[in-house]
């Protein structure tokens, strides 16, 4: 297959604005209808209320799908953040009105959704041609009934982006390969090649990550528990899993290896920029978000490498509504988007890794090389982690809203020296007010 070129960064552009008309429009509308969609007059509406790159609209598949079916017009309205998005969509479905016929699900929010909105959602279990994806992921949208309250589209395996110029500098390998091996023991051994890399880079202000919450987060998601057990119950202070990744994070934090930031939050995007740190601890779907944001200056500059240990960070699913008068139409419109050969196509145009094994297995995906990323082999790198993912991945309500907070705590110790115990004791409080 080609290499992921400028598609991938028109893709982030659109939705960026398209985002912010649907936080202005979207979200505040006072629509009294159920959801958006309907028939007229032979023709089908079916309306979709999407966040960030999901890719489905960005690359043609929903103009795709109209002129396949041309008695079909699809609506969709994408929210740049998600956090903003989700809210809209809860205060909606407490309403019972405002709802699209299709709304985008974030894995943070899957466990909220399926143990307190499953009466909202159409139930999928039952539906042809849906049994190609990943064990865990179905799972992960389902209610203890049997209930599958939606598709999935894409997965968060995990690797570490590097800056290949900045490791050359540090007196580092700059070879993917050898670069893996730096840190094939496991993520304390990443933090060690970061002293290491401190010790040996002469000249400008450049950190060796970006952010501590980063590698927390990728160490918390190698685990099958993480803030819940299997009992629903809260063990975010109890989990060693959590413990063991928050010391490790403090310790990069307190010996100055990171740029103090956080991913995704004001002075990160200037940081990929400016070039002000030398790895970052990436998901798949966010190498569109790093080259677009790094832009064409530093276009080569960027490698990947596989990370430490195989995890999961992020991925969502297709939903729809119960109550919608076109709930036919619409599941069907997200089986055509969520099979293989569209998961294979949105992956060959954004790098959003398919959550279908079918997919998985296409050679679009399996021989897939990134251009920006030095020609890295992102369908190899990516394909393998996603093999070594938990097969059991437990989630909770409040999963999303948890994983914010201890990214707040770190930023305790990285930008305002908090100690690391008064850190923790701060954010575990914290998540205890806000789950309830």
């Known amino acids: ?104 699900i974030e894995i943070g929010r899957a466990k909220e959704i399926t143990e307190t909105q499953a009466d909202k959602f159409a139930d999928f279990s039952k539906v042809s041609g849906t049994d190609h994806f990943l064990p865990w992921k179905e799972s992960q949208i389902s209610t203890a009934d049997g209930k599958v309250l939606g598709l999935g589209t894409d997965i968060g395996p995990m690797a570490v982006c590097y800056r ?23 993520w304390k051994q990443y933090v060690e090649v970061g002293r290491t890399f401190k010790k040996g880079f002469k000249g400008d202000d450049v950190a060796y990550m ?121 599941q069907k419109l997200v089986a055509w988007l969520t099979a293989p050969e569209q998961q294979a196509h949105i992956f060959k145009e954004i790098g959003n890794i398919p959550s279908s094994l079918q997919a998985l297995d296409n050679p679009d995906v399996k021989n897939a090389k990134s251009e920006y990323f030095s020609d890295a082999p992102i369908g190899q790198i990516f394909g393998a982690a996603a093999q070594e993912i938990p097969d059991k991945q437990i989630l909770g309500r409040k999963d999303g809203a948890i994983k914010d907070l201890f990214s707040q705590g770190l930023s305790l110790i990285e930008q305002q020296e908090t100690a690391r115990d008064e850190a923790w004791k701060t954010t575990t409080g914290r998540v205890e007010k806000a789950v309830g």
């Not at 790159?53 to 041309?70: A, D, F, S």
């Not at 309403?95 to 016929?101: H, N, S, V, W």
């Not at 990171?258 to 920029?273: H, K, M, V």
Request: net charge negative.
């Open 210 to 330: 970006d952010a501590a919450s980063g590698l927390f987060n990728a160490m918390v998601y190698g685990y099958p528990e993480q803030y819940y057990n299997d009992k629903g119950e809260l063990i975010h202070d109890k989990n060693p899993a959590v413990k063991e990744a928050w010391n490790l994070a403090a310790d990069a934090a307190e010996d100055e290896l990171t740029a103090e930031l956080r991913q995704f939050q004001p002075g990160w995007d200037p940081g990929l920029a400016n070039g002000t740190f030398a790895t970052a601890v990436c998901p798949a779907w966010m190498l569109s978000h790093i080259s677009e944001k790094a832009g064409e200056a530093n276009k080569g500059k960027w490698d990947v490498a596989k990370a430490p240990k195989g995890a999961n960070w992020g991925g969502s699913f297709l939903g729809v509504i119960e109550q919608s008068p076109v709930k036919e139409e619409a």
């Open 164 to 186: 290949r110029d900045y490791f050359e500098k540090a007196g580092l390998p700059t070879d993917r390969e050898e670069v893996a091996k730096l840190w094939a023991g496991g």
């Open 1 to 104: 297959m080609g290499t992921l070129g400028s598609l991938r960064r028109k893709a982030v552009a659109t939705a960026a604005a398209a985002g912010a008309l649907a936080l202005v429009v979207g979200c505040s509308s006072d629509d009294d209808s159920v959801t958006g969609g309907g028939k007229e007059d032979g023709k089908t509406t079916i309306t979709m209320g999407l966040y960030g790159v999901m890719g489905i609209k960005e690359t043609g598949l929903l103009e795709q799908y109209e002129k396949e079916n041309p008695d079909v017009d699809i609506k969709a309205e994408i929210a740049g953040d998600e956090q903003t998005y989700y809210t809209a969509l809860q205060t909606r479905l407490a309403g019972g009105k405002g709802l699209k016929d299709i709304q985008g």
